[in-house]
């Protein structure tokens, strides 16, 4: 067999996991290879930001030294450095029978909506910037591994070879089939079976927003991404996400769409002009048996994929390849890549699963129940709240200290939900709310600190208080 090129590391795939990792890999010093099927840029869905994933791109540009990444952090460096097409992510909302609850996100540093056709090319290019080297439009059909090697074959008869390969290229990877890595399947137990319909469209009768809004209903719910409020995109990303038994797939996704419309009847549309295909899924959610073997790993929605809600899919994937970057590293170098090294990775990116899993299925349940919209808002923002200051407590601690850093690898927001609503008593978590709201920062600030100081959870004390110039400024 005549190998084509060989490399460190073998990056199958082009998404924002992809090359994220690639881009980190390469900055270490690594032969890095990236090897996609498609072109960019792309259409993807999966649009909301969060300060979730603005400070998880923080700690990533930190750890690793590529600042690119920090630039999506912000609307305004996102919108100067990476995409005037972006959105502003100024607010979060969730509506329900004519009742809308909006969660504001930092006043002087607003999220960027995330324009993915943009934003994924432009992580590509940083990847190779960085010194990953690149290929699109190659189809990989086969995969194997050897005693020190993986090889990777292609349509085109070429073989790639690396002393390690992730697989980041999807639910279809003809790579993990080849390795025996089958998907299970979808909706096993309890974990929630949704589909979608979605596309990127210019209609004139949406009302403004400072944000993306959920208009849900008995069954699902609409997501609207306005990337009209940056003032030059003239697109709204929209996305109707269905329990999957309850409501049969159409085989014409435009019509499935303006039928799931009268759900929505408020929202009164003047005309819908798609400027992208439109798509409708089969139930989202499936995983992968194995994620992971001797001298590979399986990463992003090729491991598995439960829905784009509230970005966790895309939270859920950086944060797996935060864990994942420095292991590999250190494994390169001790020329030891066997599984056992990527063990608490793989049960890091089972958590994630599985939280995210249920904070998808209890939104769905609130859809029939309204009652349940505010404890679910609640819930989200807190566990939210406390996982970004987490997050902010390891940005800081950086370059000197990987101990922050590494400690957040373990966190799944919900993880202590119960007991984080024990330790911080009614007037903190009524202080998150009001600390979102427009021109109440610093009143809010001062009784978040004043409730804080009576927590009897000493880390949530502690984190706070090391907070206050963040909080002040908006930029959490």
Same mark, same amino acid.
Not at 98 to 110: F, I, M, Q, S, T
Not at 176 to 182: D, N, P, R
Not at 231 to 258: I, L, M, S, Y
Not at 317 to 323: D, I, K, R, S
């Given at each position: 067999?005549?190998?084509?090129?060989?490399?460190?590391?073998?990056?199958?795939?082009?998404?924002?996991?992809?090359?994220?990792?690639?881009?980190?890999?390469?900055?270490?010093?690594?032969?890095?290879?990236?090897?996609?099927?498609?072109?960019?840029?792309?259409?993807?869905?999966?649009?909301?930001?969060?300060?979730?994933?603005?400070?998880?791109?923080?700690?990533?540009?930190?750890?690793?030294?590529?600042?690119?990444?920090?630039?999506?952090?912000?609307?305004?460096?996102?919108?100067?450095?990476?995409?005037?097409?972006?959105?502003?992510?100024?607010?979060?909302?969730?509506?329900?029978?004519?009742?809308?609850?909006?969660?504001?996100?930092?006043?002087?540093?607003?999220?960027?909506?995330?324009?993915?056709?943009?934003?994924?090319?432009?992580?590509?290019?940083?990847?190779?910037?960085?010194?990953?080297?690149?290929?699109?439009?190659?189809?990989?059909?086969?995969?194997?591994?050897?005693?020190?090697?993986?090889?990777?074959?292609?349509?085109?008869?070429?073989?790639?070879?690396?002393?390690?390969?992730?697989?980041?290229?999807?639910?279809?990877?003809?790579?993990?089939?080849?390795?025996?890595?089958?998907?299970?399947?979808?909706?096993?137990?309890?974990?929630?079976?949704?589909?979608?319909?979605?596309?990127?469209?210019?209609?004139?009768?949406?009302?403004?927003?400072?944000?993306?809004?959920?208009?849900?209903?008995?069954?699902?719910?609409?997501?609207?991404?306005?990337?009209?409020?940056?003032?030059?995109?003239?697109?709204?990303?929209?996305?109707?996400?269905?329990?999957?038994?309850?409501?049969?797939?159409?085989?014409?996704?435009?019509?499935?769409?303006?039928?799931?419309?009268?759900?929505?009847?408020?929202?009164?549309?003047?005309?819908?002009?798609?400027?992208?295909?439109?798509?409708?899924?089969?139930?989202?959610?499936?995983? %992968?048996? *194995?994620? /992971?073997?001797? $001298?590979?790993? +399986?990463?992003?929605? =090729? &491991?598995?994929?439960?829905?784009?809600? #509230?970005?966790?899919?895309?939270?859920?994937?950086?944060?797996?390849?935060?864990?994942?970057?420095?292991?590999?590293?250190?494994?390169?170098?001790?020329?030891?890549?066997?599984?056992?090294?990527?063990?608490?990775?793989?049960?890091?990116?089972? %958590?994630? *699963?599985? /939280?995210?899993? $249920?904070?998808? +299925?209890?939104?769905? =349940? &609130?859809?029939?129940?309204?009652?349940? #919209?505010?404890?679910?808002?609640?819930?989200?923002?807190?566990?939210?709240?406390?996982?970004?200051?987490?997050?902010?407590?390891?940005?800081?601690?950086?370059?000197?200290?990987?101990?922050?850093?590494?400690?957040?690898?373990?966190?799944?927001?919900?993880?202590?939900?119960?007991?984080? $609503?024990?330790?911080?008593?009614?007037?903190?978590?009524?202080?998150?709310?009001?600390?979102?709201?427009?021109?109440?920062?610093?009143?809010?600030?001062?009784?978040?600190?004043?409730?804080?100081?009576?927590?009897?959870?000493?880390?949530?004390?502690?984190?706070?208080?090391?907070?206050?110039?963040?909080?002040?400024?908006?930029?959490?």
């Amino acid at each position: 067999m005549s190998v084509t090129s060989d490399h460190d590391v073998l990056v199958l795939g082009s998404g924002p996991g992809a090359s994220v990792l690639a881009a980190a890999l390469a900055r270490a010093g690594s032969d890095v290879l990236i090897v996609g099927e498609d072109t960019h840029p792309r259409y993807r869905q999966g649009e909301t930001s969060t300060p979730l994933l603005s400070w998880l791109l923080r700690l990533l540009s930190a750890r690793y030294d590529v600042p690119e990444f920090a630039r999506l952090a912000e609307y305004a460096t996102a919108r100067e450095q990476v995409s005037r097409r972006v959105g502003a992510e100024r607010s979060i909302g969730f509506a329900h029978d004519g009742r809308e609850r909006r969660v504001a996100l930092p006043r002087a540093a607003a999220g960027a909506l995330l324009y993915r056709q943009d934003v994924d090319a432009y992580l590509f290019h940083t990847a190779a910037l960085r010194g990953a080297r690149v290929r699109q439009q190659v189809k990989v059909v086969k995969a194997e591994v050897t005693a020190d090697r993986v090889l990777v074959t292609t349509a085109r008869g070429e073989t790639f070879s690396a002393r390690f390969l992730v697989d980041a290229s999807g639910r279809d990877s003809a790579a993990l089939a080849a390795l025996g890595a089958e998907v299970r399947e979808e909706g096993a137990g309890d974990e929630p079976r949704t589909r979608s319909v979605h596309t990127h469209l210019i209609e004139t009768g949406l009302p403004a927003s400072d944000g993306t809004t959920h208009h849900l209903f008995d069954g699902g719910w609409l997501t609207l991404s306005p990337f009209t409020n940056g003032g030059v995109n003239p697109v709204t990303g929209v996305r109707f996400t269905v329990d999957a038994d309850r409501f049969e797939r159409d085989e014409d996704p435009e019509r499935e769409f303006r039928d799931l419309l009268e759900r929505v009847p408020r929202l009164r549309l003047r005309r819908v002009a798609p400027v992208q295909p439109w798509r409708s899924t089969g139930a989202q959610h499936y995983a %992968r048996e *194995r994620r /992971a073997g001797e $001298r590979w790993f +399986a990463l992003g929605a =090729a &491991a598995g994929f439960t829905d784009p809600f #509230l970005a966790g899919e895309l939270v859920h994937e950086l944060q797996v390849v935060n864990a994942l970057a420095w292991r590999l590293i250190d494994a390169l170098a001790a020329d030891d890549l066997g599984a056992a090294r990527f063990t608490e990775v793989l049960a890091l990116d089972e %958590r994630l *699963r599985t /939280a995210h899993g $249920r904070l998808v +299925a209890d939104f769905l =349940a &609130a859809s029939a129940d309204p009652a349940r #919209l505010d404890a679910f808002v609640e819930r989200w923002e807190l566990a939210s709240f406390y996982a970004t200051l987490r997050l902010r407590e390891a940005v800081v601690a950086l370059p000197g200290s990987q101990g922050p850093a590494r400690a957040y690898e373990g966190l799944v927001p919900d993880d202590d939900l119960e007991t984080l $609503r024990q330790v911080t008593p009614p007037a903190f978590r009524s202080g998150v709310t009001a600390l979102r709201e427009p021109g109440r920062g610093l009143t809010a600030v001062g009784r978040l600190r004043a409730a804080a100081r009576t927590s009897p959870s000493p880390d949530i004390r502690r984190l706070l208080l090391a907070a206050t110039p963040d909080l002040v400024r908006g930029r959490l």
